[in-house]
């Protein structure tokens, strides 16, 4: 069978909070970022994806400074949201 867990990018993107660091934040997601990542030395960008190929993907973007969580991104067809703190 299928032991993967199941995602939900959204409910994660809702749960992360500002200052969060890195673990936590994939603690909440479940999984390692799995859709890359983008070094800008003291800034860092981790992405999430599920659903690549189908009619629903969903991607999710937490951005650190220094280590701590302050801007997320949540993106789907028809649906944007992000906050910045």
Excluded at 12 to 18: M, P, R
Excluded at 43 to 52: D, F, H, P, T
């Amino acid at each position: 069978g299928d032991d993967a867990p199941t995602i939900d990018l959204y409910s994660a993107y809702t749960s992360v909070g500002q200052g969060m660091t890195y673990k936590q934040v994939r603690d909440i997601v479940g999984v390692d970022y799995n859709a890359g990542t983008q070094d800008y030395g003291s800034e860092v960008n981790y992405a999430w994806q599920i659903g690549k190929g189908t009619s629903k993907p969903e991607m999710l973007t937490v951005q650190f400074r220094n280590g701590a969580a302050y801007g997320k991104i949540y993106e789907t067809p028809g649906k944007e949201e992000f906050k910045y703190w």
